[in-house]
């Protein structure tokens, strides 16, 4: 089948020159083997982007000062890549598919990516958290950017902005976004498929002026002190990331939220569809995806769309998939679709670890209400099939920054099947801080040490 490539896309001619689109010269280790010294590079790297993160007081200050301070964002982002020279053009040629929401982010922007790298096309995501290293949130290819990169672009982007910001560094989330813009870049790839980290207005990842499609997952209650507690409230930060003339999806909401959707849509010159239920699409063969739950067919839909619309506005032909003009209708999704989806795979999120030791551990990264009666259902069917098997079943979701134990565990519904539920609260520095919950409670006993089961 014929392709038509983007005719302005520099990223999809051949990558000759690292000097492409203004960003120098890569500082280069010897050889391309890892060595000791670029391990040690890259443990330098990861402490000194540890060091940006604010501390416990720090962050009470400041909270005082929020709206000024989101306010800045973009223009101190703006600022810091004016520095690394990097410029609205280079941001644009990433093709980016950009995705706010509040659950489902990163299943979604994994499915995307899956789908797309299938294709043979180079691909970057950006996603947040991580599980176990730093690397993680930038990917190439699906798979971690190498520690050498990573220490050599960081010290890139450290370096300028410490020298003309050293007044003024930015957090350790903005850093990231500008670290993953500079990789992304130099590794030249095809499409990024950028994660919001929070909200979307005034989030660090909405410098970008044009991506090609922005997509709209599940919305919830997080983040409330800073998105307000109203779901649209929650919705009208989530739009901020919608732009004019680039077509916006979104999972199925609220009609209170949806309105909030459509109305900063038509304000911006938008165009938005709602992602329709999975059993809209026709697959061509029957599907167990990559990431499991009920709840992952909204993200699947959603991923789909927003694959469908990027190839559109790329002219990117996708083999099976009619050109057509974009609806938000379901679609035949071909055989080569099905396989990518079931390929796709997202740690952390309703996955199932065995150990040898008579334990299987059911991990996922649920933190808001909605996501932890979805992981409730999904917990409560894996715990089925494993019923009749003598293991211990653990159950760890994600519990961090403010967010209190004893509140989410309300929400799961998986009775006494399990012993005990383990909050296992996530630290960028990556350090992991065992809670432990016993399921028929609301009350967590804080830092109890792991039981012997
Ligand atoms: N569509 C959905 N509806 C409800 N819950 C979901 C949905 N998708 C994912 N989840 C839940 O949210 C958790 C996190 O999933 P994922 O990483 O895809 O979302 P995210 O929006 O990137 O989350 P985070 O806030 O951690 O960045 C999952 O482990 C699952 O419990
Ligand atoms: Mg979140
Ligand atoms: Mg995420």
């Known amino acids: 089948m014929m392709r038509f490539l983007p005719q302005t896309n520099r990223l999809l001619l051949p990558s000759t020159s690292s000097t492409a689109c203004g960003v120098n010269q890569l500082r280069m280790t010897s050889g391309s083997a890892v060595t000791s010294s670029s391990v040690s590079r890259y443990e330098e790297a990861v402490r000194l982007l540890n060091s940006l993160q604010s501390n416990a007081a720090t962050i009470k200050k400041l909270r005082g000062q929020r709206e000024n301070l989101q306010a800045m964002n973009l223009p101190q982002c703006r600022k810091y890549l004016e520095s ?105 790839v095809q499409v990024v498929i950028l994660e919001v980290g929070i909200g979307g207005e005034y989030d660090c990842t909405n410098v970008i002026e044009q991506p090609k499609v922005c997509g709209v997952t599940t919305l919830d209650y997080d983040h409330i002190s800073i998105l307000g507690s109203k779901l649209s409230e929650i919705a009208w930060h989530k739009a901020g990331i919608f732009k004019k003339g680039v077509p916006a999806i979104y999972s199925p909401t609220t009609p209170e939220a949806e309105e909030v959707l459509l109305s900063r849509a038509t304000d911006k010159s938008t165009s938005i569809y709602e992602a329709p239920p999975v059993s809209a699409y026709h697959f061509a063969r029957q599907i167990s995806p990559g990431i499991s739950g009920i709840h992952q067919f909204s993200n699947i839909s959603l991923a789909l769309q927003l694959v469908r619309v990027w190839s559109e506005k790329c002219e990117f032909a996708l083999p099976g998939i009619e050109k057509r003009e974009i609806t938000g209708k379901g679609f035949d999704v071909p055989l080569w679709m099905c396989d990518a989806i079931e390929l796709c795979r997202w740690p952390g999120r309703s996955q199932v670890v065995t150990t040898d030791g008579n334990i299987t551990y059911l991990l996922d990264g649920a933190h808001t209400p909605k996501s932890m009666e979805a992981c409730s259902e999904w917990a409560a069917e894996e715990i089925a099939h494993l019923k009749k098997e003598k293991v211990k079943k653990i159950l760890l979701f994600q519990c961090t920054a403010d967010r209190c134990p004893s509140t989410l565990i309300q929400y799961l519904k998986v009775g006494n099947v399990h012993r005990f539920a383990i909050v296992s609260i996530f630290s960028p520095l990556g350090s992991l801080k065992l809670s432990l919950v016993q399921p028929n409670s609301t009350q967590a006993l804080i830092n109890q040490p792991t039981p012997q089961i």
């Open 84 to 188: 690394l020279k990097i410029f609205d053009n280079d941001l644009n040629a990433l093709n980016i598919i950009h995705v706010s929401g509040t659950k489902g982010k990163g299943s979604t922007c994994a499915y995307a990516e899956a789908i797309l790298r299938h294709q043979g096309l180079k691909t970057g995501l950006y996603t947040s958290p991580h599980l176990v290293h730093v690397r993680e949130r930038i990917r190439i290819d699906g798979d971690p950017v190498d520690e050498k990169t990573f220490a050599e672009e960081f010290f890139h982007v450290y370096d300028i902005i410490k020298k003309e910001h050293s007044e003024n560094m930015p957090a350790y989330f903005k850093f990231l976004t500008l670290l993953a813009f500079r990789i992304f870049i130099k590794m030249n």
